[in-house]
């Protein structure tokens, strides 16, 4: 056994190359299973998702493309084809039927309130975006934009209970250096553990996730460790991914990752069978190649 990855970005969305080159690195890892997760259409125009013009046509050519894959690959290594969907209330969310036929789905906030002209704000567009709608949408309270993201986050869980929670603290993305708040503050500790009880009750999958990590925005995975230490607490099932945009970041920090989920007292993770999802030693993980970082 070795590792799992079921979060990444082939250019079917905003991914760097085809789907194959993500099998065959995996491959060149000794990583046992592949999940592609390509951005699900968004019912308005977007840069980074399947493309809603070309829908449903692009997301039954993803379909048709990775579960080829799965099957020419068969018996090396276990090739799935998920969506991340992204939530917006009254928009879209994962529960949506067009979604359903997909091996599974990645439930995630994106997108917080709404712009001037009615759309909605993604939040985690750039560092300058973030600090502009972080005035123009919230009067400039961070605490406010908190509360709104991890209030959605809980809202997904609750009403759509995704396969996977995706990135469960992205908020933190540009939060590098507490520029715009302590992480060890009440207030935020409160609103990330409302939002952690209802992703237990929901019996969604949190996943590690070490995409922030490898676009240098963060030095720790989604979740922090002290979340992922309450999420433990609750009972919560976890898997690592790496929100890989590019092959050669498929297991990114992947040991990082293992030894922070150790040292917490983690003894399991999830991966996906033909029976759905099972939990596995999380020693049994990693036995492939290390998964470090990359020198710089
Ligand atoms: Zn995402
Ligand atoms: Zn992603």
Redesign the pocket.
Known sequence: MSWTNY?C?CDFCDGAERPLAYVEAALDRDMSALGF?S?APLPFPSTWCIGLGRWPSTLERYRTEIDSLRRLYRGRISVWTGL?VDYIPDLIGPSDPAFSGFDYR?G?VHFVGRTEVGLPWQMDDSPASFALGLEEQFGGDIRALVAAYFASVADMARLERPDII?HFDLVRKYNSGSLYFDEGEAWYRELADAALRAVAASGSILELNT?GMARGYIDEPYPSPRLLGRALELGIPTTINS?SHRSADLDFAFGEAAAILSGLGYERVMVLGSEGWRSEALAKRGRGKPGLRPAA
């Open positions: 979060h970005h997760s951005h991340e990645i995630s995706g995409g929100d």
